[in-house]
C-alpha cells in the first residue's frame, strides 16, 4: 500500500530526476518535459548582449538626431546676414535657427583630423567675419572647393557683384543614415542571439492522443506545434564535442529528418533515464 500511495503522490505532482532534468508531470498516459536554458549561459548572454547591443541601441537615437540638414541662407539688405536653419531626424523635425548680422568678409578655415595610424586628411569650415568677431558659419567637412565657392559668394554679397540670395544646404542625412545601419545591424545580431538563446520549451507527451505538443515561448511570444507519435522514428542520445568538453545532446528524430533536442548535458547518465520514460510513452 505505501508502494501505491508513493507511485500515486508522483503520478499527481511534478517530479525531479535524481539530476539536473525535471520532469514537471509523469503518469501512465502523459509525460511533460520543460527544456530551457541553464542560469549560467542566461547570465552570461543577458550581460554581453547588454553591451554588445544595448550600447548601440542607446547610441542610435543620437545618430538620428544628427542626421539632419542644414541650410545657409545669407542676403544683402543694408548690410549682408546669414539665417542658420537646422533640421533633425532626416529632416522631419526642425532644431534651432541662428541669425548671424552685419557680416563683413568670409573665408575659410582649414584643419587636420587623424582618421587612426599615422593617416591624416584635412578638413574645411567657412566662417564670416562680424563686427562682434569671427562666427563658424559650417561645420567641418572635407568639402574644400565647395566652401571656397560658398566663402567667395559671400563676399560677393557684401562688395554688391552679387544681388541674389545665397541658399547653400549642408546634407547630414547620408552619412548618418549609414552610422544608424551598422549600429541597427549590431542591434539586430544581439536580438537574434537572445531570441535564439532565451527558450523555453515544454514537451507533452499524450499517449492518449498519441501526440507530442511542443509549447515555446520566446522573448516574442509564445507558439505551439503539434506532432503525432507517427512522425517520430526514434529516441537518441548524440554525443557532441566543443572544445575540450563533452555533451549529450537527448533528440527526437523525426521521421522527415527534422531533429527536436529535449535537453543536453555534459554526462548522459540522467538523459538516459528521461529517455527510457520517452521510448516507453511513446511505445
Same mark, same amino acid.
Given at each position: 500500500?505505501?508502494?501505491?500511495?508513493?507511485?500515486?503522490?508522483?503520478?499527481?505532482?511534478?517530479?525531479?530526476?535524481?539530476?539536473?532534468?525535471?520532469?514537471?508531470?509523469?503518469?501512465?498516459?502523459?509525460?511533460?518535459l520543460p527544456s530551457r536554458p541553464s542560469p549560467v549561459l542566461v547570465a552570461?548572454?543577458?550581460?554581453?548582449?547588454?553591451?554588445?547591443?544595448?550600447?548601440?541601441?542607446?547610441?542610435?537615437?543620437?545618430?538620428?538626431?544628427?542626421?539632419?540638414?542644414?541650410?545657409?541662407?545669407?542676403?544683402?539688405?543694408?548690410?549682408?546676414?546669414?539665417?542658420?536653419?537646422?533640421?533633425?531626424?532626416?529632416?522631419?523635425?526642425?532644431?534651432?535657427? %541662428?541669425? $548671424? #548680422? *552685419?557680416?563683413?568678409?568670409?573665408? !575659410?578655415? /582649414?584643419?587636420? +583630423? &587623424?582618421?587612426?595610424?599615422?593617416?591624416?586628411?584635412?578638413?574645411?569650415?567657412?566662417?564670416?567675419?562680424?563686427?562682434?568677431?569671427?562666427?563658424?558659419?559650417?561645420?567641418?567637412?572635407?568639402?574644400?572647393?565647395?566652401?571656397?565657392?560658398?566663402?567667395?559668394?559671400?563676399?560677393?554679397?557684401?562688395?554688391?557683384?552679387?544681388?541674389?540670395?545665397?541658399?547653400a544646404t549642408i546634407d547630414h542625412r547620408l552619412e548618418n543614415l549609414g552610422i544608424l545601419l551598422l549600429l541597427s545591424l549590431f542591434v539586430g545580431i544581439?536580438?537574434?542571439?537572445?531570441?535564439?538563446?532565451?527558450?523555453?520549451?515544454?514537451?507533452?507527451?499524450?499517449?492518449?492522443?498519441?501526440?507530442?505538443?511542443?509549447?515555446?515561448?520566446?522573448?516574442?511570444?509564445?507558439?505551439?506545434?503539434?506532432?503525432?507519435? %507517427?512522425? $517520430? #522514428? *526514434?529516441?537518441?542520445?548524440?554525443? !557532441?564535442? /566543443?572544445?575540450? +568538453? &563533452?555533451?549529450?545532446?537527448?533528440?527526437?528524430?523525426?521521421?522527415?529528418?527534422?531533429?527536436?533536442?529535449?535537453?543536453?548535458?555534459?554526462?548522459?547518465?540522467?538523459?538516459?533515464?528521461?529517455?527510457?520514460?520517452?521510448?516507453?510513452?511513446?511505445?
Amino acid at each position: 500500500m505505501r508502494s501505491l500511495k508513493r507511485k500515486d503522490a508522483l503520478n499527481a505532482h511534478p517530479c525531479e530526476d535524481s539530476g539536473p532534468v525535471k520532469i514537471l508531470e509523469q503518469s501512465p498516459q502523459k509525460l511533460v518535459l520543460p527544456s530551457r536554458p541553464s542560469p549560467v549561459l542566461v547570465a552570461f548572454i543577458i550581460v554581453w548582449a547588454s553591451g554588445f547591443a544595448g550600447i548601440p541601441l542607446f547610441l542610435m537615437p543620437l545618430v538620428a538626431e544628427s542626421a539632419g540638414v542644414e541650410t545657409v541662407t545669407c542676403q544683402r539688405q543694408q548690410t549682408v546676414n546669414c539665417l542658420i536653419t537646422r533640421t533633425t531626424y532626416f529632416g522631419l523635425a526642425k532644431r534651432e535657427s %541662428q541669425t $548671424i #548680422e *552685419q557680416i563683413e568678409s568670409a573665408g !575659410v578655415d /582649414r584643419a587636420m +583630423r &587623424r582618421d587612426g595610424g599615422r593617416r591624416t586628411r584635412y578638413v574645411y569650415q567657412v566662417f564670416v567675419q562680424t563686427t562682434q568677431g569671427k562666427v563658424p558659419l559650417t561645420p567641418f567637412q572635407n568639402h574644400s572647393q565647395v566652401w571656397q565657392d560658398v566663402a567667395a559668394q559671400i563676399n560677393q554679397l557684401k562688395s554688391g557683384a552679387r544681388t541674389v540670395p545665397l541658399v547653400a544646404t549642408i546634407d547630414h542625412r547620408l552619412e548618418n543614415l549609414g552610422i544608424l545601419l551598422l549600429l541597427s545591424l549590431f542591434v539586430g545580431i544581439g536580438v537574434t542571439i537572445l531570441w535564439a538563446i532565451l527558450q523555453v520549451r515544454t514537451y507533452k507527451f499524450e499517449r492518449l492522443f498519441r501526440r507530442l505538443t511542443v509549447h515555446r515561448s520566446t522573448l516574442f511570444g509564445k507558439s505551439t506545434r503539434q506532432y503525432s507519435f %507517427q512522425d $517520430i #522514428e *526514434q529516441v537518441t542520445l548524440e554525443e !557532441v564535442r /566543443r572544445k575540450a +568538453r &563533452r555533451f549529450h545532446n537527448l533528440l527526437l528524430t523525426l521521421k522527415t529528418g527534422k531533429k527536436l533536442m529535449l535537453d543536453s548535458e555534459t554526462t548522459s547518465g540522467n538523459l538516459s533515464a528521461i529517455a527510457d520514460l520517452v521510448r516507453k510513452i511513446l511505445a
